[in-house]
């Protein structure tokens, strides 16, 4: 499959500095990460809280700088593109955060909210754009009342929708979803992530989908990256993932879940918690919480090794 977007050897480190006299320190968010993107793929992002998960959607996305690394979009180089020469891509390629409380402004209408960036990007005649924000807002399950309504009108879920008809309406090609439902009541979480699929395929989308809920990643995800203070530690099709994993820090994570963990019934639910991304383990970043850890482990960082076409895993275990 084509790559939508590529990353190769992506760093972000953030200065961290406790007070004006102390020295800064390094957190080490994304580190030394490469990947590809399929076209037209739910290519999921997993990994507890603080492996760097927004740090990567951000950075795709342009919205922070790289301390190193490449990204690039359809083939072309954008990691050094200016604010200028990026405009092409803010409209390809849009984001929906996790909060639809306070993604949307309070005391704008819906209709200048989702027609926003219509007005930044396309020099339209208003009444295009009023058909444009009508056709999207009922494309995400809303009508054209909605768009003389104010935020605080709408329940949880379709403040989600109206966040989605804001990114939408540009037709992007590539979406950050980051969290989108995790804020949601399960029942409408159910529902919007049914929307986003349906979406996805009508409009020939890509999604970077970045969760911490691996029943939800069952349930959309075509591609899974394992995420673990930074770096890769598994990354395959959904189905290898959920069906043949190999990592153990992906094994607990799925063990996590009783109806999709399909492993070996091993002792592997995460121990402990996870270490201070201030001061990383040496060797390993996971032999600190890991079950089959060697003594390898904690000496040696392993590489990244390909189990099968497009399954990668970096483990002691397979090197
Ligand atoms: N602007 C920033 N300044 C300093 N450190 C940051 C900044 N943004 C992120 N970090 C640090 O980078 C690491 C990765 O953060 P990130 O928000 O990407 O994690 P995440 O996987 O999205 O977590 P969560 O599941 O909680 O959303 C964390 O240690 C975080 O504290
Ligand atoms: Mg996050």
Redesign the pocket.
């Known amino acids: 499959m084509e790559a939508i977007v590529t990353i190769e050897n992506l760093r972000?480190y953030?200065?961290?500095k406790k007070s004006i006299f102390s020295k800064p320190r390094k957190?080490?968010?994304?580190n030394d990460i490469s990947l590809n993107i399929p076209r037209g793929s739910i290519f999921s992002?997993v990994?507890?809280?603080?492996?760097?998960?927004?740090?990567?959607?951000?950075l795709i996305l342009k919205l922070?700088e790289p301390t190193s690394g490449k990204i690039c979009f359809e083939g072309e180089d954008i990691t050094d593109l200016g604010s200028k020469d990026l405009i092409k891509y803010r409209r390809e390629m849009q984001i929906v955060q996790?909060d639809p409380y306070n993604s949307l402004h309070p005391r704008k209408l819906i209709k200048d909210i989702v027609g926003e960036g219509l007005k930044i990007h396309y020099k339209l005649p208003s009444d295009e754009i009023y058909v444009r924000i009508k056709e999207i807002l009922e494309r995400v399950g809303l009508r054209e009342e909605h768009m003389f309504r104010y935020p605080h009108e709408f329940s949880g879920g379709q403040r989600q929708r109206i966040a989605m008809a804001r990114a939408l309406v540009l037709r992007p090609k590539f979406l950050v979803l980051?969290?989108p439902t995790s804020a949601l009541d399960v029942s409408v979480q159910a529902r919007t992530l049914a929307l986003l699929k349906e979406l996805k395929e009508s409009l020939e989308l890509t999604y970077l989908f970045?969760t911490?809920n691996l029943a939800v990643v069952d349930y959309i995800a075509t591609h899974v990256t394992v995420?673990y203070?930074?770096k890769i530690m598994e990354l395959g099709s959904k189905d290898e993932i959920f069906s043949n994993q190999k990592h153990p820090y992906t094994m607990s994570l799925l063990e996590a879940i009783p109806s999709v963990g399909r492993g070996k019934r091993i002792r592997k639910i995460p121990r402990g918690e996870i270490p201070s991304?201030?001061d990383p383990p040496k060797g390993c970043l996971f032999h600190t919480r890991c079950v089959q850890a060697m003594d390898i482990c904690s000496k040696e960082e392993p590489d990244e090794i390909e189990i099968s076409k497009g399954h990668l895993c970096r483990c002691h275990l397979y090197s």
């Open positions: 972000k953030f200065d961290i957190v080490k968010a994304i992002v990994g507890e809280s603080g492996s760097g998960k927004s740090t990567l959607g951000r922070i996790q980051d969290e970045i911490h995420m203070l930074g991304p201030l």
